[in-house]
């Protein structure tokens, strides 16, 4: 279950990742509201009953591993025309920084069991230190943005957010959904998912933060596969951060794999700001 909690640091990472992106502008008002919490109560599964809808749960799910992916290559092309025209960025940002940036190359390798790495390239030097330091900025803004949502789509797509089966776990059945509930050390993890296995909600929660996200699957030949989610970090007693993602998939050597990402995130100070990028040169090795 080191997966589910997780979720804490994809959520701090996207929101950090906004942050900086915004660092050189203002956005507009937004009133976040964290999400509501379910109070239903059920009957407990015995041991038996709950290791089998563990199982059947595991299976249910696309899974990259079992599908033979051992790497996966790609760049990852940012829509920065798009980003920018969000931002009331000044001359410097809308002339010599963004053509810096477009002709950055973010690099990514996924490894055998989901995790990624990000590097990036590019041709073009800044003409000064202030537009160098902007667009380090930038860049190691977009870098953790696109690294928090590979992440949160790796843990949907490798290791399956469930515990293992003969794991310390509880699960009531609610008659149209499953809660499962565990504990690692102060930190406590739910997970809701309907009777066919989707999850609906994963979060985890202790006296210092909170997170969760809700994604949306959909079904594939090979099993459920994550198309977006929505996400909320809460640190202490500050105001939630809110982090949304859209992934487009398609097939690459007979294995579904994302070609598109669509990031937007909200921050407690009201920022807003959506990222589009497009996936090519993707590659693949398989077993």
Request: hydrophobic share 35%; aromatic share 8%; charged share 20%.
């Given at each position: 279950?080191?997966?589910?909690?997780?979720?804490?640091?994809?959520?701090?990472?996207?929101?950090?990742?906004?942050?900086?992106?915004?660092?050189q502008?203002?956005?507009?008002?937004?009133?976040?509201?964290?999400?509501?919490?379910?109070?239903?109560?059920?009957?407990?599964?015995?041991?038996?009953?709950?290791r089998?809808?563990?199982?059947?749960?595991?299976?249910?799910?696309?899974?990259?591993?079992?599908?033979?992916?051992?790497?996966?290559?790609?760049?990852?092309?940012?829509?920065?025309?798009?980003?920018?025209?969000q931002?009331?960025?000044?001359?410097?940002?809308?002339?010599?920084?963004?053509?810096?940036?477009?002709?950055?190359?973010?690099?990514?390798?996924?490894?055998?069991?989901?995790?990624?790495?990000?590097?990036?390239?590019?041709?073009?030097?800044?003409?000064?230190?202030?537009?160098?330091?902007?667009?380090?900025?930038?860049?190691?803004?977009?870098?953790?943005?696109?690294?928090?949502?590979?992440?949160?789509?790796?843990?949907?797509?490798?290791?399956?957010?469930?515990?293992?089966?003969?794991?310390?776990?509880?699960?009531?059945?609610?008659?149209?959904?499953?809660?499962?509930?565990?504990?690692?050390?102060?930190?406590d993890?739910?997970?809701?998912?309907?009777?066919?296995?989707?999850?609906?909600?994963?979060?985890?929660?202790?006296?210092?933060?909170?997170?969760?996200?809700?994604?949306?699957?959909?079904?594939?030949?090979?099993?459920?596969?994550?198309?977006?989610?929505?996400?909320?970090?809460?640190?202490?007693?500050?105001?939630?951060?809110?982090?949304?993602?859209?992934?487009?998939?398609?097939?690459?050597?007979?294995?579904?794999?994302?070609?598109?990402?669509?990031?937007?995130?909200t921050?407690?100070?009201?920022?807003?700001l959506?990222?589009?990028?497009?996936?090519?040169?993707?590659?693949?090795?398989?077993?």
């Amino acid at each position: 279950m080191q997966a589910v909690r997780r979720i804490v640091f994809l959520c701090s990472l996207a929101a950090l990742g906004s942050s900086l992106l915004f660092s050189q502008a203002k956005a507009p008002e937004f009133q976040s509201t964290p999400p509501s919490t379910t109070t239903t109560s059920g009957s407990f599964l015995t041991t038996l009953e709950r290791r089998t809808v563990i199982q059947q749960a595991r299976r249910s799910y696309y899974n990259l591993k079992s599908e033979g992916l051992l790497e996966f290559h790609f760049q990852v092309v940012p829509d920065w025309d798009s980003m920018y025209k969000q931002l009331p960025v000044d001359a410097v940002g809308r002339e010599e920084l963004l053509l810096i940036l477009k002709n950055v190359r973010f690099l990514v390798i996924v490894g055998p069991n989901g995790a990624s790495t990000i590097s990036h390239q590019s041709d073009v030097a800044p003409p000064s230190e202030n537009v160098a330091n902007r667009v380090r900025t930038s860049i190691s803004g977009m870098e953790q943005m696109i690294t928090g949502v590979l992440q949160t789509w790796s843990t949907f797509s490798y290791a399956i957010p469930f515990p293992e089966a003969d794991s310390d776990y509880q699960i009531e059945d609610l008659g149209t959904k499953y809660r499962l509930t565990s504990k690692e050390g102060p930190v406590d993890i739910r997970i809701s998912m309907t009777r066919d296995f989707a999850i609906e909600e994963l979060g985890v929660g202790s006296s210092e933060f909170s997170g969760n996200i809700h994604p949306k699957l959909a079904p594939t030949k090979g099993g459920l596969i994550m198309t977006s989610y929505d996400a909320m970090y809460k640190s202490g007693s500050g105001a939630p951060a809110q982090v949304s993602a859209t992934i487009q998939n398609s097939e690459v050597d007979g294995i579904l794999l994302p070609e598109s990402l669509s990031m937007t995130t909200t921050l407690p100070t009201g920022r807003v700001l959506t990222v589009q990028a497009t996936l090519t040169d993707r590659k693949l090795k398989k077993r």
